[in-house]
Nanobody, 124 residues
């Protein structure tokens, strides 16, 4: 069982930036794709970005494409999401997750390990 802990959320003025981090422990995540999801109040959870198990492929939702970068460091069992030009509509709880099954791409897959989430608030 892998444990995931997100950090880096907070209140950011519109146009600002922040970097979310996800630290994994319990087992290696080096052969698993990972992703970031978010859930805004009253809305369903949605995928934001994903990264393949080896970090060579990345995927983004249209809503964050061009202003976000997902990355991972398998040696440190960490994953990050750099978000720039934040908007009020980015306000949500952000979750990191690990995809079920090894050697995946992460986008459109099934995720079965989740962190507790970190709140991001984009102030207008």
């Amino acid at each position: 069982q892998v444990q995931l802990v997100e950090s880096g959320g907070g209140l950011v003025q519109a146009g600002g930036s922040l970097r979310l981090s996800c630290a994994a422990s319990g087992r290696s995540i080096s052969t698993y794709a990972m992703g970031w999801f978010r859930q805004a109040p009253g809305k369903e959870r949605e995928p934001v970005a994903a990264i393949s198990w080896d970090g060579t492929r990345t995927f983004y939702a249209d809503s964050v494409k061009g202003r976000s970068t997902i990355s991972r460091d398998n040696a440190k069992s960490t994953m990050h999401l750099q978000m720039n030009s934040l908007k009020p509509e980015d306000t949500a709880v952000y979750y990191c997750a690990v995809e079920r099954g090894v050697y995946g791409l992460g986008w459109g897959g099934t995720f079965d390990s989740w962190g507790q989430g970190t709140q991001v608030t984009g102030a207008s």
